[in-house]
Every structure is written in C-alpha cells, then in structure tokens.
C-alpha cells in the first residue's frame, strides 16, 4: 500500500510535471532542428562553395561534439563572452535544435542526391529557376524517402532531452532524478521513469510508421 501512495501522491505527479518540460523542449526543438537540417542539406548538395563549406563545417563541428558538451558550452561559457540565455530552457532548446538539424541535414542530403539531377533541368526547361526546381520538384520527393531517418532522429531527440538535466533543466530524467535522491527510491522511480520514456517512443514509432505508409514513394 505505502508503494501505491507513493507512486499516485509523490512520484507520479512530479513526473508529470517533467514530462510536460520535456514536451515543451521537444515542441520547440523539433520544428526548427527540422527547418535547419533543411537548409544544410541544400546548401551542401545545391549550394556553392561559400554555402556548402559553412554548412559541411557546422554539421561536421555538431556531429563530432558531444550533445552534453556543446549545452555546456551554451549555457555555461557563452555567458563568459557576453551572450546569455533567458534561461537554461532556452540554452537547452538552442543545443537541441543545432543537434537535430545537423543529423537531419545529412538524412535529407541524401534524400535530396538520390534524386536525378534530370529532374531540376526538365522544370528550368518549363521555365522554373533553379530555386524553384529544388523547392517544388526535388524537395519533397527526398522529404518522403527522409521520413524514415527524421524518424529515428526525432526518437533521438526525445531520448538525448534527457540532457537537459545537466544543465539544471528539470525535465522527466532530472523530476525522476528528485525523487529517488529525496525518498531513495532509485530502482522504482527510474523503472516508472524508463517506462514514460518507452511510451513516448512507442507513440512516434507508431505515429510516423502511419506517415511512411502514407507518403511512400511509389515504387
């Protein structure tokens, strides 16, 4: 009975309050990581070469840096050279969004060169800029083949939000990490906190095996 009161009075409800931050960080990193890996994937396959190097630089720099490196690098030595965050939310979201965009930028790039390059001559020969070849012929043939990876990499990112604790966020990982150390309660409150995390997934797994169905290139 004590583990049932605890589990409905203490334990649950300061998970949801984690769960509801790691929502938000996933809300607002999300759309924009993905508008960023965008803008890379073209600029490195269409851009020239004072587009493509800063892109291929940016996303080589991201990827060789560890996440929980690069939001200690945000939000505890960018104050050091005057640039401050609202708060760690924000320097957290920031991390998030150059990690989601840099992966994704490489998912779309290759989306992007399996498709013909034929394809952006034919639309500037129906009088399309090169612009509009790659907006509205090339674009969102690769972004149909990318969903898979998006996929993976938006699972990712619901994983690596746990990250944020470090930074003294105090999301799902970090209300659970409270919890154990104020009750020590570590195996129950990280079993119920991996069990949050596994539905989280389980419900974009099954969210984007919908969308992949529905925007399948036809074969």
């Known amino acids: 009975m004590d583990d049932i009161v605890f589990l409905t009075t203490i334990l649950l409800p300061a998970l949801w309050d984690g769960v509801l931050i790691t929502l938000l960080l996933i809300a607002a990193a999300a759309p924009f990581?993905?508008?960023l890996g965008i803008g890379l994937a073209i600029g490195r396959t269409y851009g020239n070469r004072w587009v493509s190097f800063p892109c291929k630089a940016f996303v080589t720099f991201v990827k060789g840096t560890p996440l929980l490196l690069l939001l200690f690098i945000l939000y505890f030595g960018m104050p050091s050279i005057g640039i401050r965050f609202p708060s760690a939310?924000?320097?957290a979201v920031v991390g998030f969004i150059f990690c989601n965009g840099a992966y994704s930028s490489e998912y779309i790039r290759?989306?992007?060169?399996s498709v013909k390059e034929g394809q952006i001559t034919a639309a500037q020969a129906l009088g399309m800029t090169r612009f509009q070849g790659i907006r509205y012929i090339v674009l969102p043939q690769a972004l149909r083949r990318a969903i898979p990876g998006l996929t993976n990499e938006f699972i990712y990112l619901i994983k690596y939000s746990s990250l944020a604790y470090m930074i003294t966020v105090i999301e799902l990982t970090g209300a659970?990490?409270?919890v154990a150390t104020k009750y020590f309660t570590f195996n129950e409150t990280f079993i119920v906190v991996g069990i949050v995390?596994?539905?989280l997934v389980t419900v974009t797994t099954l969210v984007a095996n919908g969308l992949e169905k529905k925007y399948a290139v036809p074969v």
């Open 33 to 35: 990581g993905f508008l």
């Open 110 to 113: 290759g989306a992007l060169l």
């Open 176 to 178: 659970g990490k409270l």
């Open 197 to 199: 995390y596994l539905f």
């Open 89 to 91: 939310e924000w320097a």
